[in-house]
């Protein structure tokens, strides 16, 4: 069995440790968040014996071989790095990180230890349909991809009621993350620049300063367009928490993904509902899953001794992309995306 410990409990880090709780290979042995209240929930909950407030000491107790990384969105490189250091395998939740230099950073020290594993948790790549969707690609089926375009846009409840952090990241980061990491998979290409804009104003307004909406247009290698759109003021009324789509134009044919019924449409005395079925849902009392699965070869990757299916070069990617957004929203003008080190 490997041994995993969790790091953040917020709504992520919960399912974490609720999801590997029922691995037939792994176990949580230890879990950690700063508030004591939150740490004794879950971990009664989900029948957890060692807890910690401070990370570090979860990391130095000998209990663990793995650890999941759920904390807020900026604060990713801290506990990766510790665990690295510690020498643990690592899954951390998307994005990366906030900083590029963080980013860079961790992915050099991932490739000190090569036979530690860091997957970065860009489930998406696990649906079965954005999953055929890349297979069909490299078949060569719908020609060479040319352009694509993807938005992510959730409801206001998000930033202003579900996490407390919003204002300490970005719909871009929050939601445009697993887009940016769809779209470079299925193009197999190298982003280069990126000219973004957006709007502010309806959070702020409510105590929450970020940005309301970012649209992003990104040059990927070859001469390949993709349009990014994140934005999380829906208003509640809408009937699902996530509006998502991606498209894929090739040179002989395009792909559609839209998710924002994900196959069910329900209508009660209360409500209209699109509900989310495809990243977890319960099945004959089972979780089940893309967040599953995704946790699953995280455990494969340790035990088989292989590389992950999403690596540490493959988050600093993205970071890479959100780090020129945020410069291009901060001068308006287009800003390159810095490449990594070359080994």
């Known amino acids: 069995m490997i041994r995993i410990g969790v790091i953040g409990l917020g709504v992520m880090g919960e399912q974490y440790v609720r999801i590997l709780q029922a691995h037939n290979g792994a176990s949580v042995t230890a879990v950690s968040t700063r508030r004591t209240d939150r740490l004794v929930e879950v971990a009664t909950q989900h029948g957890v014996e060692h807890r910690y407030t401070d990370y570090r000491e979860l990391l130095q107790s000998g209990r663990v071989d793995a650890v999941c990384v759920a904390t807020p969105d900026s604060a990713h490189a801290g506990p990766v790095r510790a665990a690295l250091e510690a020498g643990l395998h690592v899954l951390c939740e998307k994005p990366f990180t906030t900083s590029l230099p963080e980013a860079d950073d961790l992915l050099r020290l991932a490739r000190q230890r090569p036979r530690q594993k860091l997957q970065v948790a860009f489930n998406h790549r696990w649906l079965s349909s954005y999953h055929q969707g890349a297979a069909a690609i490299r078949r060569g089926e719908i020609g060479r991809p040319v352009a694509a375009s993807a ?27 697993h887009d940016i990491d769809l779209v470079r998979w299925y193009l197999a290409a190298e982003p280069v620049e990126v000219f973004a804009a957006g709007s502010r104003g309806v959070l702020a307004a409510r105590g929450v300063e970020t940005w309301d909406v970012i649209q992003a247009l990104v040059k990927f290698e070859g001469g390949i367009t993709a349009t990014f759109e994140a934005a999380w003021i829906y208003p509640n009324t809408f009937p699902t928490l996530t509006d998502s789509f991606v498209e894929v134009i090739g040179t002989e044919g395009h792909l559609h993904f839209d998710r924002k019924r994900e196959s069910v449409e329900m209508s009660t005395a209360r409500q209209f509902t699109y509900p989310k079925t495809f990243l977890l849902a319960e099945v004959f009392g089972r979780t089940r899953g893309a967040v599953v699965e995704c946790l699953s070869d995280f455990v494969s990757a340790i035990r088989e001794d292989r590389e992950p299916q999403v690596t540490a070069l493959d988050g600093r990617q993205v970071s890479a992309v959100l780090d020129a957004v945020s410069r291009s929203l901060d001068t308006g003008r287009p800003a390159a995306v810095d490449p990594p080190e070359t080994v």
């Open 151 to 177: 938005r992510k846009n959730d409801t206001i409840f998000v930033p202003t009621e579900m996490i407390a952090w919003a204002a300490e990241t970005t719909p871009m980061h929050f939601l445009g993350a």
